[in-house]
């Protein structure tokens, strides 16, 4: 079948129709059915997606069957993009949007959801343009920005350091996403020393190193996050100074992150110091509170929550030094708000605030479930089994949605608790119930009763 000439509608249903032959049934509801075909231009079909979480989890885990059906004759050259598009999905979009973070942080990102799946892990949503700038990063600002201008130029290596939360991370994929809208061809790399030590693993395993210096040593830039993970491993150690060395020689670009500076990292080679410290070395400070009050007005702008002035104050004045938890905060506040659907108060948000410094803990997993299983009158055992009944498939749904909402779980625990179901049946639950809250108030209600019972003691 030649398919030149369809609509992008036409061409999203036939590869739809071809990733039903390889996807599950719900799968294919949870992830692909949400995306809209926007454009088809330049043999480039772009998707809407609800949010960057589709995008990120659609290409960590959907990105081969996907590959496998445009690589039919009849999808000649056909690319797919992706695109954030929330008109129309506001409703799901807000919540969903929380586990973003839960599961970046339980496993690699593997995504680059500024084009095509090109394979640098890029996330498009640490730029510079949404890098606020402060004294305590000015500095680690400027060194990016200059590497980013000139590439192998000027710093090389650049070496960012800092504590937990400081925007390691971010800065690195802003050099990259920077450099590759500049120069889309660049081949450019993101990876955790974690990561790069299971390749080298499995280059030892495989007794083949050439997929590795593939991968690695045709870069024109490497940013490599998280380096005092190489701390106590020696080969590891010993084949980052050759790749290093390589890509110097090469005059390729690399950008190293490490929560301190080269010298303290113990067991850390004398030789590897020494070239890790030969282009610039700069650190990223815990924010003063105008820069933290800047990130946080940015931040709820980001994502269209509006919070009064003296809310973003006092979250600013009681969180210090860890920028992810000040975001944590704001969300958290903003979601602990339209879970109860009690307007936002200084005062909630002092006590959702307190919950949070006093008692870091979240209730329970197992206090929630049970709660929800009472609040339904069904037994914990039900709830956790595979029976079906409308009362139990709502009760569990809830008890998955409130185990999220409550903060902390990633999707494969809340799976787990459900007699391991999937990460998809997850957010499925998930996105369903969140969608539900918002046109049916006898379940709203019965959501802030069981939030009630669950934080009341
Ligand atoms: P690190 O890698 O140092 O642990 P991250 O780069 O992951 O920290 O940053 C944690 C969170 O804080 C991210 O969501 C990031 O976007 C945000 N963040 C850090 N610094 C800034 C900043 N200066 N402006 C805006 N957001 C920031
Ligand atoms: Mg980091």
Known sequence: MDLVGLTKEKLWSEIMAGLLEVVNKDAIATWFEPLRPISLDDGTLVLGAPNQFFIEWISEYYSNPLTRILSKPEFSKLKIDFKVEKDGFENIAEEVDE??????TTSPIKFNGNGPLDGSRLLPRYNFDNFIIGESNRFAFAA?????????????????YGGVGLGKTHLLHAIGNHLKKVNPKIKIYYTPAEQLFLDLIQSIQERNTMLFNNKYRNLDLLLLDDIHYLKG?????EDVFHLFNHLQNMGKQIVFTSDRPPKEIPTLEERLVSRLVSGLVCDLKPPDIETRIAILNNKSKIDGISVAPEIIFFIAENIKTNIRELEGALIRVSGYASLTNTPLTLETCKQVLSDLQINKEPPKPVKIIE??????????????????TATLVLARQVAMYLLRAFGGMSLKEIGAYFGGKDHSTVIHAIVKITDLKKQDSSLSQDIHKITMLISGG
């Not at 491993?233 to 150690?237: A, D, F, I, V």
């Not at 709660?371 to 079906?388: C, D, G, H, I, M």
């Open 144 to 160: 990016a920005r200059a590497v980013s201008d000139a590439p192998a130029r000027v710093y090389n290596p650049l070496f960012i």
């Open 371 to 388: 709660t929800a299983a009472n609040y339904y009158n069904v037994t914990l055992e039900q709830l956790q089994s595979k029976e079906r």
């Open 99 to 104: 586990i973003i973070e839960a599961s970046t």
């Open 233 to 237: 491993k020696e080969r590891l150690q």
